[in-house]
Structures are given as C-alpha cells and as structure tokens.
C-alpha cells in the first residue's frame, strides 16, 4: 500500500471544505412547528485530491443486507487527525439525554449523552482536521457522482421526538436490552420523508415525490455516516458498543466494530443499533459516535447514485 503522508499533509490547508447554507422545505404537517429547524449544508462539488488520495490507502469492505449497502472504512485519517479528533471528544461537553425514537424512550432504554445544538454547530463551523477532511469527501463524491450532497434538515421534530441531521452519541456501557430497544431506521424513504427534495433535472423545479425507492433511478439516496472514536484504552476486538446491521425484523446480519478513527457510511433505512457492551467491570472505556444524514440528489434523470457510488468505491478496492 502506497504511503502517500506527506502529499496528504499538503492538502490538510491547500483544500478547504465547500460549504453552503439553505433552508428545506417541510412538507410533513406533524414536522411545521418551532423546534424544527429546517437549515440544510450543502457540500459543493469540487474535485479535491485529499479524499481520492486516503481512499487509495484505504481498507474498505462492502456488505449488503436485504439489497441495501453498508460501506466499512479504515485508515483514511493521518494518526495527527486521530489524536486531535480523541482530545476533542474527550473535553466537548455532551450534556443531552438521546434516544433511538419515541417507542424506545417509552420502553426504557437507557438513553446515551448527545451535544447540545451550541457543540453540534461549532463541530460543523470549526471542526477537527478529521471532520473537514471528512467534508471534502462529500465533496469529491458530489463531484465525481454529479449530484447534490447534503445535509438532512438540522433538526426534525415531530411533537414527541426530534431528529437531527448531525448526531453525536457517547456511551460508556449498553446493555442487551438496550441494544435490542435502540435498533432503528434513521429515515425510511418508502413510507414518506418530511422534507421537499427537488427535482434538479427537471425545468418545471418540482419536488421529487416524498415516498420512492431509495437510490433508485433518477431518485435520491439517503444515507448515513458514522465515524467513531474510542477512549486510548478501548479495545474493539473485545468490547463492543459497535454497529450491529439487522434485517427489517430485527436479526442481526452484519457488525461493524468500534474501531477509534473507523467510519461507515450505510443505507440509513437499515434497521441498526448500537451492540451490546462487553467492557469488564471497573474498566472505564467509552466511545463517542458522529453521525452525519445525508441525502445525494441526483443532477440526471438517467441511472442510480447508489450503484454510481459502488461503482466508485470498486476502484478503489481494486487499487
């Protein structure tokens, strides 16, 4: 495997993250109400090296689950970025309570500490090393698939639970029980989105049906992207508190472990919840996880951004 260190040491300044603000349009009556804020990031297209350069260097697996893809990332990050991205999650304040979805929080799941909207926005504004690096991939894949690349609506909320678009989750210890409670879709595109997305092939500007196929033709898709960090003392093989993948009713297929500077981006209408832990008592050790929902809007009426984004990922598994 190519070192390519010191050209990815060049580009941490020479490339900065494109970003750019909008407002969705809420379509859900349950969803108009104050607490949800309908701001959207976009990430421009740009054709930056930084991200195509990692993913050559990159171990990256592709699982699939009832026909819908889970990509499992390693070694994008320099060890410097990994350092910085510890120390901040060890000194950011994670002060709110979360649960996976109102059924969950009514059936008793211990629920996991999340940042206040104050920390979420200064990760987004003036993130780690790591996190732009991860926002010029969103770039270069909105470049290189021709498509709109962007944030869910800020914060979705329907009266009994709010949905954001940037996640953060810290947890020390899940039990099996919590484990089970927690297993969730972060959206579900068959049975209706809240938001408008539009139709950008289209002259007549119209929005694209809230209920499709996700990833199909000429559609969007939808997807998730989690990146992990552990404590210094967390050891993966053996403790846990990773990804586990399930089928629609609930089975466990697939586990991604909780591997410190890891990330996954998956089909977020795959049911999954956070694994059980497996941490010895008196052992302290947690893991925070960043979660970014995204939507990939395709700019051509022909062909499927998901299969595009697999076709993509193949050369790089190749190279």
Known sequence: MTNHKDLKKMLQTS???????????????????????PLVFHFEPAPFESPDVRLRDC????????????????????????????????????????????????????????MDN??????????????????????MIAYRLDAD????PWELFDGKICSPSVATNKVDSISSESMELGKHEDY????????????????????????????SEGKPWLVSLMLYTTDRDFHAESYGMGTVF???????????ECRHMRFVLFEGDIVHGIEK??????????RVSYVFKLFLNPKKANGSLKKQFAELMQTYEES
């Not at 690349?149 to 869910?152: G, N, S």
């Not at 068959?190 to 209920?211: D, V």
């Open 149 to 152: 690349v962007a944030t869910l």
């Open 188 to 215: 579900n595109t068959e049975k209706g989105i809240a938001f408008g997305l539009p139709t950008l092939y289209s002259e007549m500007k119209e929005l694209h049906p809230n209920k499709f196929v996700n990833g």
């Open 59 to 114: 171990q990256i697996q592709r699982i699939s689950i009832e026909g819908k893809d889970i990509y499992i990332i390693d070694d994008f990050f320099l060890e410097s970025e990994a350092d910085e991205m510890r120390t901040f999650s060890e000194t950011v304040d994670f002060t709110k309570s979360i649960y996976a979805d109102q059924g969950s929080k009514e059936q008793g799941e211990v629920p996991a500490r999340a």
């Open 246 to 256: 399930c089928t629609k009713n609930g089975k466990v297929e697939a586990k991604a």
């Open 15 to 37: 490339e900065i993250p494109k970003i750019r603000k909008d407002s969705a349009v809420v379509t859900k009556e349950d969803y108009k109400n104050p607490r949800t804020i």
């Open 277 to 286: 832990s497996q941490i010895p008592p008196g052992v302290k050790a947690g």
């Open 118 to 139: 104050k920390e979420k926005w200064k990760l987004l504004s003036s993130p780690p090393q790591a996190m732009k690096e991860l926002y010029k991939f969103f770039n």
